[in-house]
């Protein structure tokens, strides 16, 4: 087992805590935050030991779970990645993309692994039909959220899209060619509400929205491809995969089948593939430890995490 640390006890941090704690692959050492009144009330409360600073807590671990606010990750993954850890950042990767790359850079000087948060790689919907996005043409995302003052700090492109720029460049084989986009702020400081589109090298464009004071939520994603039409929905893990192909000479009485101009008919069927139960924040943790144990790749790397940042950096210079 891994010997795991946390730093920072937020909302977020908590659920790594309990996670890490319940996980057979880690062994939770302890944690540690800024705030030291809040550390003691979730040692506390849940009993995980808290540590005094940061280097004690990071000289007791293998790797450094790091769940403080973004402005800080870079701090942070520069003294563990110093002291020989791996690390594991939560998304946005840093504050900047200067930043991103030199803790790549640090990363690979040390031979050691580092993982970024981009939680719904590991959404069970989104897994249940990624091996069908193939060569999509057209992506619609919507990421609505009710107000909730955790997260302003940063333009919600930072807070909320950037999972769904994460997801776009994942499955999006080319390189960004152009980004327009427009924000604005009607709550906070920096955008609350954003549209973005991305266009690819191949073709394929990428309509991006995200609002942090909508009236209810959605987390939803669409897939527009040669012969199919793909959705996801994040928020109720749910998906739909709509296909067509060649229609048959003579069609079934229940065929649904497609003629267009040109008299080519398509047969419609639907491909809905099971969509297995996880916990998402789980398995993106213990795949980690998977990747350091056997000296592999993770599944969301520093680069991605990096590519990811440095798109939405490009969107809020829109603004």
């Not at 327009?180 to 400081?189: E, K, L, M, Y």
Request: proline residues 3%; aromatic residues 8%.
């Amino acid at each position: 087992m891994l010997n795991a640390g946390v730093l920072g006890a937020g909302h977020l941090g908590k659920i790594h805590l309990r996670l890490l704690n319940q996980s057979e692959k880690y062994n939770l050492v302890g944690f540690y935050d800024a705030d030291e009144a809040n550390g003691k009330r979730v040692e506390a409360e849940f009993g995980f030991k808290f540590f005094n600073s940061i280097d004690e807590l990071i000289d007791a671990v293998d790797m450094i779970d790091i769940v403080t606010p973004t402005l800080s990750h870079y701090n942070c993954a520069k003294q563990a990645i110093a002291k020989g850890k791996h690390v594991f950042i939560e998304k946005p990767i840093t504050n900047t993309v200067e930043e991103a790359e030199h803790i790549r850079q640090l990363l690979s000087e040390h031979n050691l692994r580092g993982q970024v948060g981009h939680v719904e790689r590991f959404n069970p919907a989104y897994l249940a039909i990624k091996d069908d996005i193939k060569s999509p043409m057209f992506i619609e995302t919507h990421r609505l959220a009710e107000f909730n003052p955790r997260g302003t700090d940063v333009p919600v492109v930072l807070d909320l899209m950037i999972h769904d720029i994460d997801i776009v460049l994942s499955v999006v084989k080319s390189k960004v060619k152009h980004i327009s986009a427009s924000g604005v702020s009607v709550i906070s400081d920096t955008p609350d509400i954003a549209n973005a589109r991305i266009e690819f090298e191949n073709g394929c464009v990428a309509n991006l929205t995200a609002s942090r004071i909508s009236l209810k939520k959605m987390r939803k994603a669409r897939f527009f491809q040669k012969d199919a039409y793909i959705s996801v929905d994040f928020l109720e893990k749910k998906c739909e995969v709509v296909k067509m192909k060649d229609a048959p000479e003579t069609p079934g009485d229940f065929d649904m089948v497609l003629q267009n101009a040109e008299g080519v008919k398509k047969q419609i069927y639907f491909d809905n593939p099971k969509v297995a139960d996880n916990n998402s924040i789980l398995d993106e943790l213990e795949t980690f430890a998977h990747a350091i144990n056997t000296n592999t790749t993770p599944i969301v790397t520093l680069h991605d995490g990096t590519e990811a940042l440095r798109v939405a950096t490009q969107i809020i210079a829109c603004f």
